[in-house]
């Protein structure tokens, strides 16, 4: 059987057009959406979503509505070409790679010079006003043109929304255009950024899209260390010491199947572990897997262990679900 490479669409009416044309078809489409720097983590979202779907879509676009002016956006790893090479080494998998040169209005190319000055006063003034402004907004990434937000207002709050506010008002808003330009049956998130996946979750029940959701399990290195596309910037120093954050995990996690159930308890484990290992801490935080508020006591419902801490200039998230109903560790890798 010849090896069927995966289609490469640009446009975003042409991706539509495909989409509708293979539903009249009566098949079934999956998305994974990433932001490029594929590596194995992202190839399990795909093998899940196979388990779903007849076709596949993998859209690669860095989105600069997530980022802060701030945030690492400009240093975000990429290669495309290696993500397809990667893509290509799983014959037959992914149906089309959704590679847009862009998703948001920037406005007219050639703006009068009045409204121009009148758009950079009111980005000032929404950061007077202690309003978010993203890299999309920022003058820099001429993002004048573009004005709706999706805000997950509950679920956003805490943890990563505390550090970046910017984050998931940006996440949710490109998932939502992704959402309407592919319109795809299921779409697989990973369980690794826990918070957006019951964000994007919300959203999809809130403003109901006909999309099926789906979480899946985190992909760990051999060392235990969570894949993630900054792995890369880590140096080797810094990724050993890394590796703090799933060693305590798993360690607090061993301690509430043991009977430990003060959050206060198993959060200062992990924190004095990542800290001892030279990390500094955005959060470490145990909540509930559905609501994500702050839980005091892990009682026989399931809770999530979720922590972001910084190794050098790499910022690194990770997760462990605990359900002390269980009576054995279930396998961490």
Known sequence: MAIREPEIIRNKEQMRNWTRSMRAQGKTIGLVPTMGYLHQGHLSLIS????????????????????????????YP??????????????????????????????????????EKKKKKKKKKREKDGGIVS???DERGGGFGHETWIRVEGLEKGMCGKSR????????????????????????????????WRIIQQMVRDLDFAVKV???????????????????????????????????????????????????????????????????????????????????????GGVVMCVAAWFGKVRLIDNMEIDISECVLGSVW
């Open 135 to 137: 890299c999309l907004e």
């Open 165 to 196: 506010p910017v984050f998931f008002r940006g996440v949710a808003t490109v998932v939502a255009k992704l959402f309407n330009i592919i319109e795809p049956d299921v779409a697989v998130f990973g369980k690794k950024d826990y918070q957006q």
């Open 214 to 300: 789906i979480g899946s399990e985190i992909i760990r290195d051999e060392d235990g260390l969570a894949m993630s596309s900054r792995n890369v910037h880590l140096s080797p120093k810094e990724r050993e010491q890394a590796l703090s954050i799933s060693r305590s995990l798993i360690e607090a996690k061993s301690y509430a199947n043991k009977g430990k159930k003060l959050c206060s308890e198993l959060r200062k484990s992990v924190i004095d572990s990542i800290e001892t290992a030279g990390g500094k801490i955005d959060y470490v935080e145990i909540v509930d897997q559905e609501s994500l508020e702050e839980v005091e006591e892990i009682t026989n």
């Open 48 to 75: 899940e979503a196979r388990k779903h779907a007849q076709l596949i879509v993998v859209s690669i676009y860095v989105n600069p509505a997530q980022f802060a002016a701030n945030e690492d956006l400009s240093t």
């Open 78 to 115: 990429s290669d495309f070409q290696g993500d397809i090479e990667k893509l290509q080494s799983t014959p037959n998998v992914v149906d089309v790679v959704f590679n847009p040169y862009d998703l948001y209005d920037r406005g007219e190319e050639k703006e009068r010079s009045g409204e």
